[in-house]
């Protein structure tokens, strides 16, 4: 039904350090969150199935009734709705001082995520709604909430001064770690973040390492619940090379095998997570 998503930096900014303080802003954004995420399930209640026939009448979703409402399929377990949450390296950060890949920061941080779950925990036993903790993938949003506390704190190390925040429980994209610690550190945010959690790792092109490869697939396997590798996966049509296209010294896209640079004769994609 949808996800309203925190903004656990600006509590540490505003908390500055201090539990209580902390405390209270993090319980009245939570209440507000529910409230928001409540409006929501409201918003979608009487909705007919006649609004998209494909999805609620012809079996795309449903088969439910001409004029009927959609009513029933918002609770009971068929649909999900979200709290999400951004940005825990920067709130352990601001309350500990301390990145939350260190025993201090980590003790902080998983208190926080156990925290979240409880409370959506409660607001699912109370309404029957299925209320899930969400690890925002926000490809835009960590950069949004960034922004408006620049531009209402202005600039604090390390927080406000790099333009985004990190995405949910995620390692900051600057620390240096290597992929299996990374891999194994966030898997303990996994089990608390049911309604949605993904690990990302940033690989160069291993297509000469494979077994290095099958290692951190097996790895991955065995150790977290959902992980991803973002990698190259370019080719050009004029050779059939098909790893890494360049970007050569005139800031053009150059096949590195035939020095093709026509871009309608090569494919290139890349997905960045995080930023370097
Ligand atoms: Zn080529």
Not at 30 to 37: H, I
Not at 123 to 132: I, R, S, V
Not at 154 to 175: A, L
Request: hydrophobic share 35%; net charge negative.
């Amino acid at each position: 039904m949808g996800v309203v998503s925190l903004n656990l930096p600006q509590m540490g900014i505003i908390a500055d350090g201090d539990m209580e303080t902390f405390e209270q802003v993090f319980n009245n954004r939570l209440a507000l969150a529910k409230e928001a995420l409540m409006c929501r399930y409201e918003a979608l209640k009487g909705t007919p199935s006649d609004v998209s026939p494909i999805h609620w009448q012809h079996g795309g979703l449903a088969r439910l009734a001409k004029g009927e409402t959609i009513d029933k399929l918002l609770v009971d377990g068929h649909a999900t709705i979200s709290l999400g949450y951004i940005g825990l390296y920067e709130l352990t950060k601001l309350m500990t001082g301390e990145s939350h890949t260190t025993p201090k920061g980590q003790e902080f941080a998983l208190k926080v995520m156990q925290k979240l779950r409880a409370a959506v925990d409660d607001w699912k036993a109370e309404t029957g709604l299925g209320f899930g903790l969400y690890g925002t993938p926000a490809e835009s949003l960590c950069h949004r909430f960034a922004r408006i506390d620049l531009a209402k704190f202005g600039e604090i190390e390390d927080i406000t001064d790099k333009g985004y925040y990190t995405n949910s429980y995620h390692v900051d994209v600057r620390e240096e770690i290597d992929a299996f610690s990374k891999l194994q550190f966030e898997s303990q945010f996994q089990p608390i973040s049911t309604g949605g959690c993904i690990s990302y790792i940033e690989i160069p092109n291993m297509a000469k390492n494979l077994d290095a490869m099958t290692q951190v697939v097996e790895y991955m396997y065995d150790n977290i619940q959902y992980a991803e590798f973002n990698t190259k996966s370019d080719y050009c049509q004029c050779c059939g090379f098909d790893q890494e296209i360049i970007i050569n010294e005139d800031n053009q896209w150059e096949c590195p095998q035939c020095g093709n640079k026509d871009t309608s004769k090569m494919n290139v994609t890349r997905r960045t997570c995080g930023l370097k």
